[in-house]
């Protein structure tokens, strides 16, 4: 999953996206609002992280313009101001939620979880699709309950695949999920995860075909699975 974190303390910018990062998501940051306006509108994210104090355009005010503007992502707001007027201007602005600086880092992953997870199931933790399961608060992944040993970038991909169940993802799709803006390697590289991926799930028992390859579109799973 991708992320937008949008905050204007270095420091605190620096260690919290190191930390997802080790979570296995994709994170570009922005250190003002009108810099994060400008990421939103060119690329795709899953969720953003926004601060409410920031330079040149505040996060009350770019969540109002994300929501005028029809995105839909969820945006999980970073106050230091702990009383309820704050609170209800996040959420009139267009915020699905929001967390109290200093945050503990266990209860802010809960929280971008429990975002991610609406819309997927309403009843289950787990992401499903025949015999392999991926449970997102741990980053396993089982296969008729066998444990893959997957590396970050293919926990990410078979995630990604899973959340998106049923559609087909280009590789350009793939790698503007995937990596941040920074880093994006070529096409060439979704190819040798998707093998990767393959091989893994074929030496415990799945189909090679559980990724199915839709010839000039992409990738999707296998909707016989």
Request: with cysteine; aromatic share 8%; net charge negative.
């Amino acid at each position: 999953m991708k992320l937008l974190l949008v905050e204007d303390d270095e420091r605190i910018a620096s260690s919290l996206a190191e930390a997802l990062t080790d979570n296995n998501y994709a994170v570009d940051i922005a250190s003002d609002g009108e810099e994060g306006w400008d990421f939103i509108t060119a690329f795709s994210y899953d969720l953003i992280l926004l601060d409410v104090m920031l330079p040149k355009l505040n996060g009350i005010e770019l969540c109002q313009r994300i929501r005028r503007r029809g995105y839909t992502v969820p945006v999980l707001m970073l106050t230091a101001k702990d009383n309820s007027t704050d609170k209800v201007q996040g959420l009139d602005a267009g915020a699905d939620d929001y967390v109290i600086k200093p945050f503990d880092l266990q209860e802010l992953l809960a929280r971008i979880r429990a975002l991610l997870r609406r819309g997927i199931s309403p009843i289950s933790n787990f992401l499903e699709w025949g015999d392999l399961q991926l449970d997102p608060a741990n980053c396993t992944v089982t296969y008729r309950q066998n444990l893959l040993s997957l590396t970050p970038k293919e926990y990410q991909l078979l995630e990604l695949f899973l959340r998106h169940h049923g559609h087909v993802l280009s590789r350009q799709q793939i790698l503007d999920h995937l990596w941040s803006s920074i880093d994006t390697p070529g096409q060439d590289t979704v190819k040798v995860h998707i093998r990767g991926i393959r091989q893994k799930l074929k030496a415990a028992g799945a189909k090679n075909d559980f990724i199915e390859t839709v010839y000039g579109l992409g990738y999707r799973l296998n909707k016989n699975f």
